[in-house]
């Protein structure tokens, strides 16, 4: 006698595909991070040894850059969830990252640099909160963490690579800076363009809901976001620009051309590991996962 279950096999739990957008977004960040670290790499040597400027200011320069792009993410999030729209202002923040690129080539004095940074960072941080919403929007919870550590790992291979091209470029032109500086802007551009390109899905919530910075939204939030944030900060202290790092490899005497492959080193471990452990969180407890990754910062 057949088996009047054998027309309906049980259902596989088969994982969601990784959409194309995810890819998109981990190129965009890709090339913009191939740009972003060309200069970087050697922007805190350009503006000691070519400009004159002083470590103090180079520490003031990055502190106020790195706290700009921070202070923004909060209120372009809460700008694209009261839009419901995260396209238009990723590409204006990736837009005007791009833009400043020429501007740290054609710099003469430390005016100019303070203001492309600036422009730069604020672009960073009006870009991150909704290219990160973006891609949740368009990925399945199932590989959520997946796809956030594919965008990851893709970020990192840019600024694996990005430091690697200065590099190759500061050895074959006999350390130009502005030479290098200006290659940078072609990386930058194609980030925009292509990001341009991708679809953005149609969500759910009405455009022009309220604001949610709010004290009533803010209770919602619960004691558990507020305890990560609280931990957050705290590790944040211990943070120090990568800046220092380029000019203590000068100081301990490496070649200008191969102070780049310092950044080289960090990234590449950052981009082996990114993708793995975004991977895992998807299986394993976050918080475990969060705090064996505190140890290990702890431990450095």
Do not use: C
Not at 111 to 117: S, Y
Not at 224 to 245: D, I, K, N, Q
Not at 278 to 293: C, E, Q, R
């Amino acid at each position: 006698m057949s088996d009047p279950h054998a027309s309906n096999p049980p259902k596989l739990n088969v994982p969601a595909a990784m959409p194309a957008g995810v890819w998109v977004l981990g190129f965009v960040s890709m090339l913009m991070d191939i740009s972003s670290e060309m200069i970087h790499s050697l922007l805190p040597l350009f503006l000691v040894g070519t400009l004159g400027v002083s470590v103090l200011a180079v520490g003031i320069i990055e502190g106020l850059a790195e706290s700009t792009a921070l202070i923004s993410k909060v209120f372009s999030g809460t700008l694209s969830d009261y839009l419901g729209k995260r396209k238009g202002l990723a590409v204006l923040g990736y837009a005007m990252g791009a833009l400043t690129k020429p501007v740290f080539a054609m710099a003469s004095g430390v005016g100019m640099v303070v203001a492309a940074r600036f422009i730069d960072r604020v672009g960073k941080g009006i870009r991150g909160a909704p290219r990160d919403a973006l891609l949740a929007d368009i990925t399945h919870p199932s590989i959520r963490g997946a796809a956030f550590g594919l965008r990851q790992s893709l970020d990192t291979v840019g600024a694996l690579a990005g430091p690697l091209l200065a590099t190759g470029l500061m050895l074959a032109w006999a350390n130009d800076f502005r030479a290098v500086f200006w290659v940078a802007v072609i990386p930058g551009v194609l980030a925009v363009l292509l990001l341009v390109g991708i679809r953005e899905p149609e969500h759910d919530r009405p455009r022009g809901a309220v604001n949610p910075i709010r004290r009533e939204a803010l209770a919602r939030l619960g004691l558990r976001y507020w305890w990560v944030v609280g931990v957050g900060a705290v590790f944040t202290l211990a943070r120090f620009s990568e800046a220092f790092l380029v000019l203590r490899a000068s100081q301990l005497g490496v070649q200008v051309a191969w102070v780049p492959l310092v950044m080289v080193a960090m990234n590449l471990v950052y981009a082996a590991s990114a993708y793995p452990f975004g991977k895992l969180s998807d299986t394993v407890s976050h918080g475990k996962l969060l705090a064996a990754g505190l140890v290990v910062l702890i431990a450095s």
